[in-house]
């Protein structure tokens, strides 16, 4: 039997989540980083006893139950639920957002999100709340917590967009009895599952899971090099926000970071063209978002998004959606709605998809991806959509795909073979070459994903 060490980690396909070194027996396994800025498991010490845990909890080892396995035992037997092969089973999908200005304006989207954890722990169906908060450690920057307080509660609102995992606090649970609810990306929450299905312990505890769409997670050095170019030196940010909104902008998308350095002093910095491009386009993101096919965690009892829908892109204090699975989840929506708590209104699933444009790129463009991957070598992952050559695709998008894992692969090696100030360069070269397909391929696929989910919206009206 081998480790997760010489599965996942050496294909390069961790996404740092660090379940394996939440569950390990024996805590062989600790997350460190890598050269890469990103979370893996190293071993501590040899196994005494090659339990396998590690393996079948890992959300990208093969031969694991996938997000249709987990979602179908899940909820497949809940009455009334839809299931679309795209986001898996739901009882809701509606728009919403909290009443409460102050904490709409503190939050990533609409702040439900927040307020789902807080009524959580208000209602007493948990004891505490697993979520994300800043850590004052340059190199860590944030960290899961356990919460015990609606206080505690918000002090996570916001979208993190740096590596962090939750092997301490796993092993938290499993020692100290209790309800807890975690809110988590898509292949965390998938690993969670998997824990769930070997531990009774787990599955006890860990009463509600909430999730986030996911199109990609960063490594550290997106992070870096932006508070870089805001005049933070490495070593010297103790904090950033994300996305602060102001209820003055025009669009709901203009967002500003907000560093903090180790001086206490705070810069506010625009996302600018150069930081806007390279996150769109796979700079600093995980390799394991380059076959991930779960965009709005299927696994999940509830997952939050943003609201990109035309009557929402203008509302600068921003907007969520959400899609229920559980009955719990799907009646405390339902209720805050009733009190007043929240305002809603139903979505479409078309309507949904259509704001998703990142759902083309997880589902049709990945088995080109997958292609491609294997071509160069790679020990591809089993995933629900199978490597193809890309007949159906454009040239456009798959000039786009390969664009991506160029500037992916290459954007990882440049921070550790160079400065930060030779990255802009590289990147603007990079981006002068492939800009004119990447922008025409992703509008060309916009259009064509928009087409075929209007199409299949009035065929549904149609039908009805
Ligand atoms: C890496 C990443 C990628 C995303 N990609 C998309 C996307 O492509 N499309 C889309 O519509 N939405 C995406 N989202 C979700 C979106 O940014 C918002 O988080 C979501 O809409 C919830 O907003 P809210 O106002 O309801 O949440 P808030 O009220 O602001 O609460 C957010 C909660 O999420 C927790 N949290 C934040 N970041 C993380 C993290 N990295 N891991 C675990 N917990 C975290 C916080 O601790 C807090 O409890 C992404 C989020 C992240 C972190
Ligand atoms: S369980 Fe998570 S952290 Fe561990 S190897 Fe798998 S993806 Fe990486
Ligand atoms: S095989 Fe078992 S003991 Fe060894 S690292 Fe994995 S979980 Fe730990
Ligand atoms: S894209 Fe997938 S693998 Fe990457 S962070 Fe999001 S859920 Fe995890």
């Excluded at 870089?228 to 926000?241: C, F, R, V, Y």
């Amino acid at each position: 039997m081998t480790t997760i060490i010489e599965t996942t980690v050496k294909n390069g396909f961790c996404c740092g989540c660090g379940v394996c070194a939440g569950v390990c027996p024996s805590q062989n396994l600790a997350m460190d980083w890598n050269i890469y800025g990103e979370y893996n498991p190293v071993r501590l010490q040899d196994c005494k006893h090659e339990c396998g845990l590690c393996v079948t909890v890992c959300p990208f080892a093969d031969g694991n139950p996938n997000e249709d396995d987990l979602g179908k035992l899940l909820y497949g037997n809940i009455p009334q639920i839809h299931h679309r092969s795209e986001t898996g089973y739901f009882l809701s999908i509606r728009a919403g957002a909290v009443i409460n200005d102050a904490m709409r304006l503190r939050s990533a989207s609409g702040g439900l999100a927040t307020w789902f954890l807080d009524e959580l722990l208000r209602r007493d169906i948990v004891d505490a709340v697993i979520c994300v908060h800043h850590y004052d450690e340059p190199r860590k920057l944030f960290k899961f917590v356990v919460a015990r307080s609606i206080d505690a509660i918000h002090e996570g609102a916001g979208s993190v967009y740096y590596p962090v995992e939750i092997s301490e606090v796993l092993q938290y649970i499993r020692h100290n009895p209790g309800r807890y609810a975690i809110i988590g990306l898509p292949c965390l929450l998938k690993g969670l599952r998997l824990a769930q299905t070997k531990s009774v312990v787990l599955r006890e505890r860990i009463v509600m899971m909430v999730g986030l769409a996911c199109a990609n997670q960063k490594s550290t050095y997106f992070t870096r090099y932006a508070a870089w170019k805001a005049g933070i030196p490495d070593g010297e940010l103790a904090g950033i926000s994300y996305r602060k909104k102001n209820p003055e902008n025009s669009l709901a998308r203009f967002f500003t970071f907000q560093f903090r350095n180790s001086m206490g002093k705070v810069i506010t910095q625009k996302w600018d063209d150069e930081i806007g491009l390279m996150y769109h386009n796979r700079f600093c993101t995980i390799h394991s978002c380059d076959c991930c096919d779960d965009m709005f965690a299927e696994c999940a009892d509830v997952c939050f998004m943003d609201a990109w829908l035309p009557e929402y892109i203008c509302e600068p204090r921003g907007t969520s959606v959400w899609i229920a699975r559980s009955m719990m989840a799907n009646e405390l929506l339902i209720e805050g709605v009733a009190q007043g708590l929240i305002c809603d209104r139903e979505v479409n699933f078309e309507e949904m998809l259509a704001g998703q444009s990142s759902m083309r790129w997880k589902r049709e463009l990945l088995g080109y991806r997958l292609t491609l991957m294997h071509n160069a070598g790679e020990t591809v992952p089993t995933k629900r959509v199978v490597p193809t050559e890309g007949k159906i695709l454009s040239k456009l998008e798959k000039a786009r795909c390969k664009a991506a894992f160029e500037i992916q692969r290459d954007g990882k090696k440049i921070f550790v073979t160079s400065g930060y100030a030779e990255v802009g360069v590289w990147f603007s070269s990079v981006w002068n070459n492939v800009s004119w397909y990447v922008k025409l391929g992703r509008r060309v696929g916009k259009y064509y994903g928009m087409c075929v989910t209007l199409g299949k919206y009035f065929v549904s009206k149609w039908k009805n």
